[in-house]
């Protein structure tokens, strides 16, 4: 296993994770980890567990039973700091959850003013570096309701990156999206990825798990089934069950 440069521990490690809601076992002991700077694509079936396994990596959903280490931090331990380690992860999820009486500009410092205790005009500038990054320079008085789908997601991926994070999660960031849009916020993703950011991404986009994916790993019925390079399981899957699920989706 491969290791965070400066604290010799991977950027997210998994163990043994158990998540179970009332009856219904969604995750049945998964071991997994992302490396620094490391890419890894989260594939599956819908009701596979992957965007449950993604929101148990900062505790927005509790785990039943297992380990979570971020950055060599246990977030399980109900001693540790949450809202101190969350600072370090940004998450962007399906829908873009902005607030839709504030203007992007506003979307962007809130949190960093609240969270960080920035200045307004540092926040304002920290904004305006990620509204450029995302290309949405030309949209720092619009509010949401007046942007497309993609634009709103670009936003939220600029008010996720405003808060310097050390990672990002996204939870199948394209779903929502018309499919002339999701081109736009792929680009921004890929860009993330060539600038180093360690990534963790439950996706369908399957050309950009193959293009920008460090690893790719095929998750179904709460379990890991496969996983490595994008041109082996995307590829020349080996387990049965990967490559049914390929078969209908590539």
Do not use: W, Y
């Amino acid at each position: 296993m491969a290791a965070t440069k400066e604290t010799g521990v991977p950027a997210i490690e998994v163990r043994n994770l158990h998540k179970s809601f009332g009856d219904n076992e969604v995750l049945k002991g998964i071991d997994f980890h992302v490396d620094e700077g490391e890419v890894v694509c989260v594939i599956g079936p819908s009701g596979s567990g992957k965007s449950t396994l993604l929101r148990c990596v900062n505790r927005l959903e509790e785990p039943t039973s297992g380990t979570i280490v971020v950055e060599g931090v246990d977030i399980t331990d109900k001693e540790t700091d949450l809202d101190q380690v969350r600072t370090r992860i940004g998450m962007v999820f399906q829908q873009f959850n902005l607030f839709p009486h504030l203007n992007v500009t506003r979307n962007l410092t809130l949190a960093q003013m609240r969270a960080k205790k920035r200045k307004k005009a540092e926040a304002i500038e920290v904004a305006k570096r990620n509204l450029a990054k995302v290309g949405l320079s030309e949209k720092a008085e619009a509010f949401p309701p007046q942007l497309s789908g993609g634009q709103q997601q670009r936003v939220a991926i600029a008010r996720a990156l405003s808060m310097d994070p050390d990672m990002m999660l996204f939870d199948e960031p394209t779903s929502a999206l018309d499919p002339e849009l999701v081109g736009d916020v792929l680009d921004v993703m890929k860009q993330l990825a060539r600038d180093g950011m360690t990534m963790m991404v439950v996706t369908h986009e399957m050309g950009f798990a193959r293009e920008v994916g460090d690893r790719v790993v095929f998750m179904d019925g709460g379990v890991v089934v496969e996983q490595g390079k994008p041109e082996d399981v995307l590829g020349n899957p080996q387990h049965a069950r990967t490559q049914e699920f390929l078969s209908k989706v590539l």
